[in-house]
T-cell receptor, first 116, second 115 residues
């Protein structure tokens, strides 16, 4: 089956620093990837749609200058949390739909970000 | 536009008992429906999906779901619960290209399996 990886799986950073999270589709090309944020005991909240070759589309209420998204290639999207604050601590998950596969999305294992 | 409602944020069953997790959706066009399972600190794993065709779909780990258009439902069932089924379950819907392949998730149902 299709595999999506995320790196790192867990990161702790100090307040004010920036953190980059990578999302890779390992065995298929993904022109679109999605970034979600998940709070404890909550559902996934779509943050943005990452588009290869063009700007990301952000959901309402998501600060584009704080959560920078770059879809560098057909297999890689990155999410950079800039000037991180403790309230940015969360579980971040990416996904990629495999076109022609009934719009099924393949999810990465998630990245646990803790800002101290 | 599409939306998903999962009835019951927590469901508790005994090992060996029937599992029933409820999901209702709304959409303006025929939807694609999914059930995902999430174990602690992990990503989401697809259990099963409905696209077109047979309305009763079978997935992994003995789960199945039935698409009922008249009831706008896609409930997830398993005849006999196992301890390893304890996890968070999410129902999701997409309208395909109409929604830019975006998935809309329900709030999730935490399944507890008691010995």
């Amino acid at each position: 089956g299709a595999v999506v990886s995320q790196h790192p799986s867990r990161v702790i950073c100090k307040s004010g620093t920036s953190v980059k999270i990578e999302c890779r589709s390992l065995d298929f090309q993904a022109t679109t990837m999605f970034w979600y944020r998940q709070f404890p005991k909550k559902s996934l909240m779509l943050m943005a749609t990452s588009n290869e070759g063009s700007k990301a589309t952000y959901e309402q209420g998501v600060e584009k200058d704080k959560f920078l998204i770059n879809h560098a290639s057909l297999t890689l999207s990155t999410l950079t949390v800039t000037s991180a604050h403790p309230e940015d601590s969360s579980f971040y998950i990416c996904s990629a739909p495999r076109m022609g596969a009934s719009y099924e999305q393949y999810f990465g294992p998630g990245t646990r970000l803790t800002v101290t | 536009a599409q939306s998903v409602t999962q009835l019951g944020s927590h469901v508790s069953v005994s090992e060996g008992a029937l599992v029933l997790l409820r999901c209702n959706y709304s959409s303006s066009v025929p939807p694609y429906l999914f059930w995902y399972v999430q174990y602690p600190n992990q990503g989401l794993q697809l259990l099963l999906k409905y696209t077109t065709g047979a309305t009763l779909v079978k997935g992994i780990n003995g789960f199945e779901a039935e698409f009922k258009k008249s009831e706008t439902s896609f409930h997830l069932t398993k005849p006999s619960a196992h301890m390893s089924d304890a996890a968070e379950y999410f129902c999701a819907v997409t309208l395909g290209e109409t929604s830019g392949s975006r998935l809309t998730f329900g709030e999730g149902t935490q399944l507890t399996v008691n010995p």
